[in-house]
């Protein structure tokens, strides 16, 4: 009998590694459950056996886990020609169902994809550096004082508490396809459209959301964003964006044909709103990943500093 999309992706449940939803063990070696083939390759009918498993993977990397001694590994599809097949598409994964789904299955694992992110205080400490970047480089927490903000994807919500803690005046507004922490101004998506969102804000912001996106939803996104732009509003864009060109990657069971930044930057300058910024996200002396800003009324800024 063969399992749909939901039940495949279950079967990560089976190799968690000491009782850790962010991990799996499979003959000796540890994954991030996130990024393991295993879902795909149940559903496909490709994994009979464990063997099978290592059989149709690689090993594409290694990282430390919690000390010298031991490790976590990225795995790859040997063969990715199978997930072209008609039964398994983008449409079928990424949806509000299946969002839902990882999020009271995986939770956690959902939005952040490390190895210690297994409750809230701890998605706050790995999450919360990335985000301290980000405001370091749009010139310290007054950049989001007395503005009206919208965050696409907010994740758990440590933008919000951040700035509730600092005593930051601003008026708060997030919009997601699942709500993952209680908010008075929470906007729920249904759908990849932010069609139903009228109100107008100084900055619009979206961390790590990008990789999740079809290069042709975040086109959409973009379009829509810069109505909901004030006059002289910004729009930060961050999280990898580190790719050229478009890209194949996966999360969970989900396919994604992503945008590269030059493809990203060629159609952000057909949607009126000018690149004026470009930061490295750096944690602990460590790049993680990429800023961009893009602002109404503003000049453009020399896209060629990014490579």
């Known amino acids: 009998m063969t399992m749909d999309i939901f039940e495949s992706t279950l079967k990560l449940k089976d190799y968690f590694y000491k009782n ?23 559903y496909y009918g490709k994994m009979k056996t464990i063997n099978d498993y290592e059989n149709n993977t690689n090993i594409t990397k290694r990282n430390f886990l919690y000390n010298k001694n031991k490790y976590i590994c990225n795995r790859a599809l040997k063969d990715t020609s199978f997930i072209k097949s008609h039964r398994l598409t983008s449409s079928d994964v990424n949806t509000k169902e299946y969002w839902n789904f990882l999020h009271e299955n995986f939770k956690y694992c959902d939005v952040c994809s490390y190895y210690n992110g297994i409750n809230l205080n701890q998605y706050f400490k790995v999450k919360g550096p990335h985000y301290d970047s980000i405001i370091k480089e749009l010139g310290g927490i007054g950049f989001f004082k007395n503005k009206r903000i919208l965050e696409i994807g907010p994740g758990y919500g440590y933008l919000p508490k951040f700035l509730k803690e600092n005593n930051i005046e601003h008026k708060y507004y997030c919009a997601d396809i699942v709500k993952r922490f209680n908010h008075e101004n929470f906007i729920d998506i249904n759908g990849y459209t932010l069609s139903n969102i009228s109100d107008k804000f100084d900055i619009v912001i979206m961390y790590d959301v ?19 732009l004030d006059d002289d509003g910004c729009f930060i ?4 964006l580190s790719q050229k060109e478009n890209y194949k990657s996966y999360f969970f069971s989900q396919i994604y044909d992503n945008i590269g930044v030059n493809d990203l930057l060629n159609h952000m300058s057909t949607t009126g709103l000018n690149f004026t910024e470009w930061k490295k996200i750096t944690v602990k002396d460590t790049n993680i990943g990429n800023m961009l800003k893009f602002q109404l009324n503003k000049m453009n800024y020399e896209t060629k500093k990014l490579f």
């Open 237 to 240: 864009l961050g999280g990898g």
């Open 20 to 42: 850790n939803q962010q991990l799996i063990k499979i003959n000796g070696n540890i994954e991030l459950s996130g990024f393991s083939p295993l879902p795909l390759l149940v």
């Open 210 to 228: 990008l990789q999740h996106l079809d290069s042709y939803i975040y086109k959409k996104y973009a379009m829509e964003i810069k109505n909901l």
